[in-house]
């Protein structure tokens, strides 16, 4: 396959970890199969075909085309003695098989490419900024430190006096958007977020231009936030007229503020859509994942029906692209045994096939389908169907399995995420940490300012989080002011110095009901895997450390398993 946009493979990066972490797993199955194929077992030599031609487009997907190809070559090597009805691995599938584990064994031992975390390597706190803020002129009604308070949240700060300066700081630091922050280092952003007051365009039609100008040149990669202590109806219509995308009344709540961001800019971290491609034949599924994973889309391959549970449990896609006639298992059967899991009755599955009889069409889609594409298909035509389907999928998972507050996951699917990291963990040999965390003297915080504050620091905690942790990792609102938060690939003391980097960075947010300005602190408890080796070990562990913490006067991290800090 062609080399994948660079804009794709930075979305993938992260994928691309649990990609290698799989590594020594495939291996194992790999090895263990050959030596049966030795053995004269042909069932053997076709289940090792499957397998390398998994890996052969999970490389392509992740960005490593050498191991791709290799895999490649060796699934069609397998092929041939398969056709040729040999009874043993010819010496050209045992040479090709030792040169993809050499490759498998050196990212294995490298890491994955373009991305500094080596394997082994813990998590670490991003340092980067996305977005940088930029103040145009004098500027009034923001905190003192509000350079202190933009920090905490990852935003880099700026300050211009007139907007003639903008256009050649957006030509220096805006950088392009397939381009990551590791093309050119830490002073490009994806976004630049102009906060300034009406009067700063107010009768002056040469910023307006300057302004029109960078709106039709970067569109909405600049966004514009005006400032003002008359929150009437002619200012907001001259917010307006001069093309702003929000007006915050002063004194400014730094929550409110960066909540408006987002709203702005959320659009920077959104995961690729996941597509499974159910078909037993590898050159239609390399065409149709191409054409996919050029539109941004991650794809995962299923060959034998038997299998698919196994990939529908591990990636969760969003919808399902299904072959209508396959050896042993037809379409419309595989469609049927879906339906029958409830956990899948809302994964979207669409068959694409070259039949083209209406009468056998509706009759697959009776058995379970929800539309169905004829080969050959324009590409354009197929991205379009595939990406507004997933969307909605998409859509419809978030109201289902997130808070409706926060956005995070929900407590019952935080544990499930829970209990599926625990068996991946054990299953690949890596450790994983559980987190429990919880705001101190939340109740006085609730009584004093009021329920509608409370809920404002509660999202100011989950922002943090957010902002703080890899995608990778898993973050879930547990329950009132409590949350959880599951590392992957971490151990307890790196979880701990990530925790007490949060901490004390959530101790300096400025929160504010509207008059009054206070700050909030929070406490956190710790569990290791494989330490604790349950999800109810975990959880229990992790919640006792939280009490702990609680116990030895709040505004901590303690690791289960030690003594609480005096």
Do not use: W
Not at 127 to 146: E, I, K, Q, S, W
Not at 158 to 163: K, P, V
Not at 262 to 274: N, S
Not at 496 to 523: A, C, K, P, W, Y
């Amino acid at each position: 396959m062609g080399e994948l946009p660079k804009k794709v493979q930075d979305r993938l990066n992260e994928l691309s970890r649990e990609f290698v972490d799989m590594i020594p797993e495939r291996l194992r199955e790999m090895r263990s199969l050959m030596d049966q194929a030795d053995s004269g077992t042909r069932e053997s030599l076709r289940e090792l075909r499957l397998r390398v031609h998994r890996i052969t487009g999970s490389a392509a997907t992740f960005g490593y085309e050498v191991l791709s190809e290799t895999a490649r070559d060796l699934e069609l090597t397998i092929e041939r003695n398969l056709t040729a009805e040999v009874r043993k691995p010819s010496q050209e599938a045992r040479e090709a098989f030792a040169l993809l584990t050499r490759q498998m064994e050196e990212l294995q031992r490298s890491g994955p490419e373009g991305n500094t975390q080596k394997e082994g390597t813990q998590v670490g706190i991003p340092t980067r900024h996305d977005r940088v803020v930029v103040l145009l002129g004098d500027v009034p009604g923001l905190p003192d430190d509000f350079g202190e308070q933009v920090s905490v949240f990852r935003f880099a700060l700026s300050f211009a006096e007139d907007i003639a300066a903008i256009p050649e700081f957006c030509e220096l630091h805006l950088r392009e958007e397939e381009e990551t922050e590791d093309d050119h280092g830490d002073d490009l952003y994806r976004y630049v977020v102009l906060v300034t007051t009406v009067d700063h365009f107010a009768g002056k039609p040469g910023r307006l231009k300057t302004l029109q100008a960078l709106r039709e040149l970067y569109r909405n990669r600049i966004v514009l936030i005006f400032l003002g202590d008359e929150d009437d109806f002619q200012t907001r219509l001259c917010s307006v007229r001069f093309g702003a995308d929000a007006f915050l009344s002063t004194p400014v709540d730094v929550t409110r503020f960066f909540d408006g961001i987002d709203k702005f800019t959320e659009g920077a971290d959104r995961q690729p859509y996941h597509v499974l491609i159910v078909d037993d034949d590898p050159e239609q599924v390399s065409d149709t994942a191409l054409v996919l994973q050029e539109a941004g889309m991650i794809t995962s391959v299923v060959t034998d029906p038997t299998k698919i549970f196994q990939v529908l449990v591990e990636y969760r896609p969003e919808l399902i692209l299904l072959d209508m006639y396959m050896p042993e298992c037809s379409g419309a059967e595989l469609a049927r045994i879906i339906r029958q899991n409830e956990n899948y009755v809302g994964v979207p599955i669409l068959y694409l096939s070259m039949e083209r009889d209406e009468e056998k069409q509706l009759a697959a889609i009776r058995s379970g389908g929800d539309g169905f594409l004829v080969k050959p298909m324009d590409p354009e035509h197929l991205v379009t169907t595939v990406s507004m389907r997933a969307a909605r999928t998409r859509a419809m998972r978030f109201f289902m399995e997130r808070d409706s507050l926060t956005g995070l996951l929900n407590h019952t699917n935080l544990k499930q995420h829970l209990d599926q990291e625990m068996q991946r963990a054990r299953r690949i040999g890596l450790s994983m940490v559980f987190c429990m965390i919880d705001l101190d003297r939340f109740k006085s915080v609730n009584d004093t300012y009021g329920h509608l504050t409370g809920d404002r620091v509660i999202k100011s905690l989950a922002r943090l989080l957010q902002e703080r942790l890899r995608r990778s990792d898993t973050i879930g609102r547990y329950g009132g002011e409590e949350f959880g938060v599951i590392l992957f690939n971490t151990d307890a003391s790196f979880a701990e110095t990530i925790m007490n980097e949060i901490r004390e960075s959530f101790s300096r947010i400025r929160q504010t009901d509207g008059h009054e300005e206070f700050f909030v602190t929070l406490s956190c408890g710790v569990a290791e895997f494989p330490r604790y080796d349950s999800a109810s070990a975990i959880n229990e562990a992790a919640d006792g450390a939280l009490y702990k913490a609680k116990e030895s006067g709040r505004n901590r991290v303690v690791v289960a398993g030690r003594d609480a800090p005096g």
